[in-house]
């Protein structure tokens, strides 16, 4: 039976109850307004944990002044729903005095380098808001295993970072990004697409696919590649390019000309209207 739980001391309570059971914990943590690419992290972390937590929690300190946090959907009773239909044992939804009780806290993970770059760049300390609270989640719930989705990049980088460098014993695993039919990535974003801007926002996923297309077929210069994707967005009316980078899919370091065998990702930040997309895929491998 599935609990909603708001405090910390409930949430260590349950943990280590199932602890004491014998059950490997499995934390997913989310800002809720779920959708099937979350629903996919639950279950994934289901088949390695016996007990789920997913955490709720829209956390202030990952947007910029001038972004969407307070209009961020929040829609917890269909979360609940999605949550106990998709096999988890607890959600954990607290409030911001609970996570941050001396507002906005002073101590902070900054994870160098791979931070600073691309959604880093464009959104500064916007990984530095998710390093620590993604820290304090793991600290609360202690998890065997905790999931996130390769939609956000970037993100799962700088986590598995902060891992292994603070010894944090948790094992991360990337889930595949879910994608609507038409290839657009499932985002709680989507929702606030016009019917015709949702129309255009198959962009990105278009402009990644012909990357991929291209580089299958035995392109293998950066800037070639970079230009495919600029070159799609900008045919869309609609679209505005943030960024179209081709990378190192460890580093992120950006690629001129490449050799066979390297790991790369192409990663995308388009406006649509005021919505600012992600979305990236992986090339070559
Ligand atoms: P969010 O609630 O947007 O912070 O996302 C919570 C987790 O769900 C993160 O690890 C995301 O990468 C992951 N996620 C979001 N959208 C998708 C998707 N379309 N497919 C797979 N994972 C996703």
Known sequence: MLRVVESIEAVREA???ARKAGKRVGLVPTMGALHEGHLQLVEACREEAEFVVVSIFVNPTQFGP???????????????AGCEKAGADLIFAPSASTM?????????????????MLEG???PGHFRGVATVVLKLFTIVQPDVAHFGAKDYQQQLVIRRMVEDLNVRVAVRVVPTVREADGL?????????????????TVLSRALF???????AGLR??????????????CERLANLDYAEVADADTLEPLGDWEPGRRVVALLAVRVGSTRLIDNLVLAE
């Open 185 to 201: 990535a499932m985002s709680s974003r989507n929702r606030y697409l016009s019917p015709e801007q949702r129309a255009a926002a």
């Open 121 to 123: 760049a464009s959104r």
């Open 100 to 116: 941050y009780p001396r507002g906005f806290s002073a101590t902070h993970v900054e994870v160098a380098g791979i931070s600073d």
């Open 221 to 234: 210069q950066g800037d070639r590649v970079r230009q495919i994707l600029r070159e799609t967005i900008e």
């Open 66 to 80: 001038s972004e969407d946090f307070t209009r961020y959907p929040r829609t917890l009773e269909a979360d609940v």
């Open 15 to 17: 943990c280590d109850e």
């Open 210 to 216: 012909s990357a991929r297309d291209a580089v299958h």
